[in-house]
């Protein structure tokens, strides 16, 4: 079984500053397979990017990610106020087939 | 593209079966991946299993005794059976769909419901 983990646990940033999550895997993982979503309380998640770099649809550019193998970071340029959410890498692949990380917190600082 | 509404009861007590349905609106079930999460409260996600066109189902190994997945293509419906329940399955169970770039898989959950939350207790 892969094991994703996401450091750090939390960021506290201003709005305005750069983001910097990262996501490792405990083995190799496709770079066509690796995502990251966005939730905040009470919402389900929201796919931000696919393919370890693909942003997905409607997704600001704000938003890049890079990576291959076992190091994968999710970007955010500069934060804006509706950025303030939990992350999660998610990796398809490996049994079981889907699996997830434990998440990294975004909060004000 | 649609959205996913999944439905069924919001208390399950212990040792029985918790079933929920998720209802695909705008959109048709076939050729897509459909899947269920969960995720208990203030934790992470976890995958549970998927069920993809004519049926065919895989599921996590560490639920794969206890789960069972359905679908019913002419309502536009995929269901979620779990057996033996106990308060380690109390969580928001979501649906979600398994998108594609044209003909790639993504291997990425692009379509969520809004969840629901389940909660096992006597």
């Known amino acids: 079984e892969i094991v994703l983990t996401q450091s750090p646990g939390t960021l506290s940033l201003s709005p305005g500053e750069r983001a910097t999550l990262s996501c490792r895997a405990s083995?190799?993982?496709?770079?066509?397979?690796l995502a990251w979503y966005q939730q905040k309380p009470g919402q389900a998640p929201r796919l931000l990017i696919f393919?370890?770099?693909i942003r997905a649809t409607g997704i600001p550019d704000r938003f890049s990610g890079s990576g291959s193998g076992t190091d994968f970071t999710l970007t955010i340029s500069r934060l804006e106020p509706e950025d303030f959410a939990v992350y999660y890498c998610?990796?398809?692949?490996?049994?079981?087939?889907?699996?997830f990380g434990p998440g990294t917190t975004v909060d004000i600082k | 593209q649609g959205h996913l509404q999944e439905s069924g009861p919001r208390l399950v007590k212990p040792s029985q079966a918790l079933t929920l349905t998720c209802t695909v609106f705008?959109?048709?079930?076939?050729?897509?991946?459909w899947n269920w999460i969960r995720q208990p409260p203030g934790k992470g996600l976890e995958w549970i299993g998927y069920?993809?066109?004519?049926?065919?189902?895989i599921y996590n190994p560490s639920l794969e005794s206890r789960v069972t997945i359905s679908a019913d293509t002419s309502k536009n419906q995929f269901s979620l059976k779990l057996n033996s329940v106990t308060a380690a399955d109390t969580a928001v169970y979501y649906c979600?769909?398994?998108?594609?770039?044209?003909?790639?898989?993504?291997?990425?959950?692009?379509?969520w419901g809004q969840g629901t939350m389940v909660t096992v207790s006597s």
């Open positions: 069920i993809y066109g004519t049926g065919s189902t």
């Open positions: 998610q990796q398809y692949g490996s049994s079981p087939l889907f699996t």
């Open positions: 393919g370890a770099s």
């Open positions: 979600a769909r398994v998108g594609f770039s044209g003909y790639d898989f993504q291997g990425a959950f692009d379509i």
């Open positions: 705008g959109g048709s079930t076939s050729g897509y991946y």
């Open positions: 083995q190799s993982v496709s770079s066509s397979f």
